[in-house]
């Protein structure tokens, strides 16, 4: 149990482009999912959280209106980068927390890289 | 912000060896989370100790807490070359939101 997807698993598009990650709880529902981006060799750093129907909470330094979360269901939110451009390039995972649960489980990662 | 450390941060040893991996925090935590993360996949949660917690087991991991140096021990025991990966601790001071360190790499030669 407690298996949690992301689509693609891998990504590469032109500078300019916006590009969607899917994230799924496939199992369990999930009230809070979480995205983070991580360097090579690096820690995650959280970029937001995401509560199903309500807005998401973005940190500090992340740009909302660059990095669109959308947590329309309780087994999926999505992230869309828009306008992408190099610097974006990284690996971008989710992860879900079932209510009321400590532990997140983690989906397998999206690798973007953006030409 | 809050963040466990993990030291070493690269660890290569035998396989049947033990390999003990250290996190150090900084403020006081609801809990303390070792994940593992195989090269470019996503991260598998290995054990959550709770501040109240000193010690616990799983297998062949072993996690302590000491809640007085602010610091975590992950021992996996008898290593095997499928324990190649890196290992993050994430201490949990934002409710149930894990904060990360910068993690372990270990290497393990069979």
């Known amino acids: 149990g407690a298996v949690v997807s992301q689509h693609p698993s891998r990504v590469i598009c032109k500078s300019g482009t916006s590009v969607k990650i899917e994230c799924r709880s496939l199992d369990f529902q999930a009230t809070t999912m979480f995205w983070y981006r991580q360097f090579p060799k690096q820690s995650l750093m959280l970029m937001a959280t995401?509560?199903?129907?309500?807005?998401?909470?973005?940190e500090q330094g992340v740009e909302k209106d660059k990095f669109l979360i959308n947590h329309a269901s309780l087994t999926l939110s999505t992230l869309t980068v828009t306008s992408a451009h190099p610097e974006d390039s990284s690996f971008y995972i989710c992860?879900?927390?079932?209510?009321?649960?400590?532990?997140?489980?983690f989906g397998p990662g999206t690798r973007l890289l953006v030409l | 912000s809050q963040q466990g450390e993990e030291d070493p941060q690269a660890l290569s040893i035998q396989e049947g060896e033990n390999a003990t991996m250290n996190c150090s925090y900084k403020t006081s935590i609801n809990n303390l989370q070792w994940y593992r993360q195989n090269s470019g996949r996503g991260l598998v949660h290995l054990i959550l100790i709770r501040s109240n917690e000193r010690e616990k087991h799983s297998g062949r991991l072993r996690v302590t807490l000491d809640t007085s140096k602010k610091s975590s021990s992950l021992l996996i025991t008898a290593s095997r070359a499928a324990d190649t990966a890196s290992y993050f601790c994430?201490?949990?001071?934002?409710?149930?939101?894990?904060?990360f360190g910068r993690g372990t790499s270990l290497i393990v030669h069979p």
């Open positions: 992860s879900a927390v079932a209510g009321g649960k400590e532990t997140q489980y």
């Open positions: 994430a201490t949990g001071d934002r409710g149930y939101i894990p904060t």
């Open positions: 995401s509560n199903e129907g309500s807005k998401a909470t973005y």
